[in-house]
């Protein structure tokens, strides 16, 4: 019984080999039938890639994150104040936007003379004062520090005396810090130091500061709350920072230096004090050994 086709010669009839099978996809293309059915599977496990977040998904985790950032920098770093009167002029402006240095004071840093302060009202300064109905827009901008809340009682002055000076200012004279007179360019142009409210002298509490406007004839500081529980003095604790520039409107762009007569020498009482203190602590001795030389050769005599 025939078990295959032979050849004429006898031999088995080898049938050509036929190669092998491949899968192909629905478009027609060739594909290794060993791979993996999901390319995008890895050790064939059947993971499908994760789908990107829509952007409008994502904007409101964006915005809460936006305000936690800026609520973070308005309390620990910088806030913005608006000017609402002409006392710091031609410094400051009514309208201006200050941007205001609150880190320092939260390590400790105590204001120096000639900076720009913004603090609490220490006690009654503001009393009278017409307080604005801030909108919903403005009371969500001082929510997040772009915006002073018209709720807080703030003033800006600057500072012209810290704890331990000795500050004064008589009629037609200048401001004098520790006998020292200040020339103060910044003072409103045709305005006089203190002629509508001499005062002094006054020694300065420590932990306290004596602030006056640029604009004397037009600022209730220091020299209008004498007779007040602080004596005309701002306690350092209410102040909230130093306003470093003015960041609005652009055309009113500046930074808010230290005037240079704040770095005359001498205007430093401890600094003043200092030479005195140490000559008399090197006399003391020098003056008892020489008490007790003598002392020695009249009983050896």
């Given amino acids: 019984m025939a078990v295959g086709a032979r050849s004429e010669h006898g031999e088995p009839e080898k049938r050509p080999e036929q190669p092998a099978e491949s899968a192909s996809d629905p478009a027609g293309e060739t594909r290794d039938p060993d791979a993996p059915e999901n390319a995008h599977a890895a050790g064939g496990g059947g993971r499908r890639a994760k789908k990107q977040r829509s952007f409008w998904k994502e904007l ?32 400051l402006q009514r309208g201006d936007r200050v941007l205001v240095d609150k880190l320092t004071p939260w390590f400790g840093g105590e204001p120096e003379r000639g900076e720009v302060v913004v603090f609490h009202d220490p006690g009654g300064w503001l009393d009278g004062q017409p307080t604005p109905e801030p909108n919903v827009v403005q009371n969500f901008l001082s929510f997040i520090g772009l915006m002073p809340s018209s709720e807080e009682k703030d003033l800006i002055k600057r500072t012209i005396a810290v704890g331990g000076d000795t500050v004064e200012c008589k009629r037609g004279g200048p401001v004098k810090v520790n006998g020292k ?10 305005g006089t130091p203190c002629d509508d409210m001499p005062f002094g002298p006054f020694k300065v509490p420590e932990g306290k500061i004596w602030v006056m406007g640029d604009n004397r004839q037009n600022s209730r500081d220091s020299r209008y709350h004498t007779e007040d529980a602080n004596k005309g003095f701002v306690p350092v604790e209410k102040v909230v920072g130093r306003a470093v520039v003015v960041a609005w409107p652009i055309n009113r762009w500046a930074t808010l230096p230290v005037p240079e007569t704040f770095d005359q020498p001498g205007l430093n009482a401890a600094a003043a004090v200092a030479p005195g203190a140490v000559g008399l602590a090197g006399a003391v001795p020098i003056a008892i050994w020489r008490r007790r030389r003598l002392t020695g050769d009249r009983t050896a005599g």
């Fill in 181 to 190: 007179a200040l020339d103060e360019p910044y003072i409103y142009p045709g």
């Fill in 60 to 91: 409101p985790l964006l915005i809460g994150i936006a305000l936690v950032l800026a609520l973070l920098i308005k309390t620990f770093l910088v806030q913005a104040f608006s000017i609402p009167s002409d006392s710091m002029q031609d410094t």
